[in-house]
C-alpha cells in the first residue's frame, strides 16, 4: 500500500514543490525525468535541482535511479502531495484525519472541512499499468502515459460521472478534484458487505440498491462494477460509489455491465439471506429498467 505521506506536508518548502511539480511536467514525456532537465521544468537552478530532489527523496515523494542519465520520477505519495496542497490552498481541506476504506485501486481517508468529508485518491495503475491499460478506456492510446495519467483521468471521470448523475441517484456529494485525488461528501451508514441485516430490512435494501440502479440507468450511466463492497446502507437506503468505470448507456456492452451489475447484487443476497429473498428474475428487472418500467424488484405478492 501507498504510505500516507501528509505527516510530511508541514515540513515542505516551497521549492520542493516548485521541484515536484517539475518532476510532474516532465513526467509528461517519460517515465523517468532526466535531473539536467528539471531546471526548466522546475524553474529551480541545478544545485537548488539536487538539493529539493535529496530532501524530497528522504520523504518518500520521488524515486532516483542511474541509467544512461540520472533520472528521477514521482512516487504516489509525491503525487498525493502535490494534489493535497491544492486543496488546502483552495480552502477545501482543514486537516488530515484517518485512512478509512482501502479499495481495489483507491484509498479513502477522512479529513476536516466546514463538513464531514472524505478525501479518495485513485491508485489506478500503479502496481499494474499493463493490465490497467488493457481493461480501461481512459487510459491513453497512443504516445507515453503512466500511471500518473492512469489515475488521473480515473479521478476526472469519476467526478465528472459524480456530477451528472448526483441530483437523481443516492451517491457521495462530489465537491472538488485535483489529479488523481477526489473530495466528497463522507457516506452515512455502513458498508453493505460488513453488514447483517436484519429480517424486515433484506428485502427493502435489495429494492433500494436496484432502484438506485434504474435511477443511474434513467441518468444515462451503468455502474459497470456494482458489488457489496461499493454500497453503502443507512436504515434501508442505499448509497452507490465507486464509479470511475462506469459506461454510458449507448455503451456496445451497457446491458451486459447492468445485467452484471444486478446478477452480482441479487447473487449477494441469494447466498446470505437465502430463505428471505423474494426478488423478481434478474431478466424481467432488466427488461423493466431498460423499457424504462421498472417500479419495485420485488416479486408482488397478495
Given amino acids: 500500500m501507498v504510505q500516507n505521506a501528509s505527516h510530511c506536508f508541514l515540513k515542505l518548502e516551497r521549492e520542493d514543490f ?47 535511479k542511474k541509467m544512461q542519465y540520472e533520472g528521477c520520477r514521482l512516487k504516489f505519495e509525491g503525487y498525493d502531495i502535490l494534489a493535497l496542497r491544492n486543496f488546502v490552498e483552495s480552502g477545501v481541506i482543514e486537516g488530515f484525519g484517518q485512512l478509512v ?15 464531514p468529508i472524505v ?6 495503475g500503479y502496481s499494474n499499468f499493463r493490465k490497467i491499460k488493457l481493461n480501461r478506456d481512459y487510459t491513453s492510446n497512443k504516445g507515453h502515459s503512466s500511471w500518473l495519467y492512469t489515475a488521473r483521468r480515473a479521478a476526472e471521470r469519476e467526478f465528472k460521472i459524480l456530477n451528472e448523475v448526483y441530483s437523481k441517484v443516492r451517491v457521495p456529494l462530489p465537491i472538488s478534484q485535483n489529479r488523481h485525488a477526489i473530495v466528497m461528501e463522507m457516506m452515512s451508514g ?30 444515462g450511466y ?7 463492497h461499493n454500497i453503502f446502507v443507512d436504515g434501508i437506503d442505499a448509497t452507490l460509489f465507486d464509479w470511475p468505470q ?9 446491458e451486459e455491465f447492468l445485467e452484471r451489475d444486478i446478477s452480482n447484487i441479487i447473487s449477494y443476497f441469494e447466498r446470505k439471506y437465502p ?11 432488466i427488461e423493466e429498467i431498460v423499457s424504462g418500467n421498472f417500479n419495485s424488484a420485488m416479486t408482488q405478492t397478495t
Fill in 18 to 64: 516548485h521541484l515536484l511539480s517539475g518532476v510532474e511536467q516532465g513526467m509528461r514525456f517519460s517515465q523517468w525525468v532526466d535531473i539536467n532537465k528539471l531546471p526548466e521544468f522546475s524553474n529551480l537552478s541545478m544545485k537548488e535541482v539536487r538539493y529539493r530532489t535529496n530532501r524530497c527523496g528522504k520523504f518518500g515523494l520521488i524515486e532516483y
Fill in 101 to 115: 476504506g482501502v479499495g481495489k485501486e483507491s484509498e479513502v481517508y477522512e479529513v476536516e472541512s466546514y463538513k
Fill in 119 to 124: 478525501l479518495k485518491y485513485h491508485r489506478e
Fill in 190 to 219: 455502513k458498508n453493505l458487505s460488513k453488514l447483517a441485516l436484519n429480517e424486515d430490512q433484506i428485502n427493502k435494501v435489495l429494492d433500494s440498491i436496484l432502484v438506485e440502479v434504474n435511477n443511474t440507468f434513467e441518468v
Fill in 222 to 228: 451503468v455502474h459497470a462494477d456494482l458489488s457489496e
Fill in 246 to 254: 462506469a459506461v454510458s448507456i449507448d455503451h456496445e456492452n451497457a
Fill in 275 to 285: 430463505k428471505n429473498i423474494i426478488v423478481n428474475d434478474t431478466k424481467i428487472i
